[in-house]
């Protein structure tokens, strides 16, 4: 899944992603929505059949690059350990 930036202000961010699944945006937006300093994180798409998914995430007194980069960053440690639980269990 590939994302593109269409506005990315200090405060502001919106990522526009290739695909019509909302799955990891919505995630991304889950996560980002219980972090300190995020005023608004939420998916808008203009169409679900056609329309591509965007991420828009506002920030108060955080870079919102920042915050999202956090964010992605504990998910993905977080999957590694289910992965490693997993693998455990085989």
Known sequence: MKAELVKDESKELILEFDEN???I???LAGRLANEDG???AGVAQDHPE???PRLVIKTEGKRAITV???AIEEIDGELDDLK???SKKK
């Open 21 to 23: 699944d909302t799955t």
């Open 25 to 27: 945006p919505e995630l």
């Open 38 to 40: 995020v005023e608004f």
């Open 50 to 52: 056609v329309g591509k």
């Open 68 to 70: 999202l980069s956090k």
């Open 84 to 86: 490693s639980q997993l």
